[in-house]
């Protein structure tokens, strides 16, 4: 068995994430990584009419291939979370009303959450995708109503956040990385990071 | 459908949690509750040499079969995790070698963790508890020593956080709640307390 740490496995590198999201900061910061932040002009409104985890890896490596500051030193990562439900791509809610039909197609049954991740340094990418299967006990109206409007998911693709007060309490259960329902799949992530 | 929120339902209570752990505090508190804390003499060194479940069940009954002082206005809520592999329970590791050999154990295989739960009121007491699957991706020992000098998981059975750098690096699925491996199962909880 190899016995070394990632930190040690990455320190040619300097490690900068593509993404404004805080809880992606907040998760690759647990792993024990230093990083610098770079958001860059790409966003997830633009549509992709394929499937799901085609788009979600599709959208991670616009999101670094619109940078072209690379040294030898640096190594991009960028993510995208897409939430899937009965095939179609939930994008993030535009109003009260669109959240509304969001959270009770969610209601009483499962879902998919995909991230799709890219890795990128000066010789070479890696673009990978992890899949989580979330199960959402029933909601009542007044519970998403107090949720869309003291919690405002509007930023958020399902109009919902797992680690949220309608994730912690209608949330019975899921199947693979709870991390990748947060933002990136984190154990797959340090798999990858050590293979590249 | 029954449209109401759980701080109506529960508006007749004043609900106290029997517990010192600051993760179950945080849990409870994310459900949107508010609560008292009172922390118990019982602790879970006491051995029940019986099935996992009916354990840590038993020793949630424990920690609030202690307390005497019940009003028609009380509720109390009690809790114990247990982590169990290969049938057996694993408690907290007494030294730096027992954490050792639990993380070893976990170390590219599936466990189970299973959270036993009482809540009490003057008239009425529910117990139940909740299963959720952990995979450990390989673990090797520059990791679990990293881990352990670290964080230092001497208060936590079966010596790991799911929340902390080892789970977020190594843990790549789950199958059921992940806030029931944090300390709470929320989701269950909720319902129970709707139907109590």
New interface residues.
């Given amino acids: ?6 930190t040690d496995h990455l320190r040619q590198y300097k490690l900068v994430l593509a993404s404004g999201s805080p809880r992606r900061r907040h ?1 690759l910061s ?3 990584l230093s990083f610098n932040v770079l958001t860059t002009g790409v966003d997830e409104i633009i549509q992709f009419p394929q499937d799901p985890e085609l788009s979600a890896r599709q959208i991670a490596s616009d999101k670094i291939r619109v940078l072209n500051n690379y040294d030898e030193h640096q190594l991009y990562i960028a993510a995208d979370t897409v939430v899937v439900k009965n095939g179609a791509i939930l994008n993030k809610p535009k109003d009260k009303h669109e959240a509304q039909v969001m959270l009770n197609s969610l209601s009483d049954s499962e879902h998919q959450v995909i991230t799709g991740v890219a890795l990128r340094s000066e010789s070479k990418t890696e673009v990978f995708s992890e899949t989580t299967i979330v199960t959402f ?2 909601l ?4 998403i109503d ?1 949720y869309i409007s003291s919690y405002k998911p509007f930023d958020k693709a399902g109009a919902y956040g ?1 680690q ?2 309608i994730g ?12 990748n329902v947060v933002g990136l799949p ?3 992530l ?2 990858e990071f050590m293979r590249f």
Avoid: D, V
């Fill in positions: 068995m190899k016995s070394s740490l990632l998760l647990e792993m024990g006990n029933p009542n109206n007044a519970e107090h797992i949220e007060w912690i309490n209608f949330i019975r259960k899921i199947e693979g990385s709870y991390f984190t154990a797959r340090y798999q």
